[in-house]
């Protein structure tokens, strides 16, 4: 189970880089058009806001990766990160709502995951 949900962390880390590299300009919005813009086009955040919000995109998927390096080399830290990593994800993906529902959905398996731990003990 600590293995799966490493891996998992790592992709999902990884997959935070979209979040990074659109606002700065390194890659094609999904959508077609750059846009600096949060919680569904109600806020404008200006372009040097929206990369500042990329950085934080940056920031959790460095963490992501090293909760998921961290369960796979047993390192004891991980288990407390990884859920305020995970929360602090899942708020990001809820104010970049909806192109950021697939990682919303991630975040909460992931939460999930860390309270069945909590109660079963599976790792």
């Not at 490493?6 to 590299?21: E, K, Q, R």
């Not at 659109?22 to 200006?46: F, H, M, N, Q, S």
């Amino acid at each position: 189970m600590r293995v799966a949900l490493a891996v998992l962390m790592i992709f999902h880390g990884i997959a935070h880089l979209v979040g990074f590299a659109v606002p700065w300009g390194l890659a094609k919005p999904p959508g077609g058009a750059y846009k600096t813009t949060i919680l569904a086009g109600r806020a404008d955040l200006g372009r040097v806001g929206i990369r500042a919000y990329g950085v934080l995109w940056l920031l959790l998927g460095a963490a992501f990766v090293a909760c998921g390096v961290g369960a796979l080399t047993h390192q004891h830290w991980w288990i407390h990160w990884t859920p305020w990593v995970a929360f602090a994800s899942l708020l990001l993906s809820l104010i970049s709502w909806p192109e950021s529902r697939i990682g919303a959905l991630v975040n909460l398996v992931i939460l999930v995951w860390f309270h069945m731990v909590g109660v079963y003990g599976w790792l």
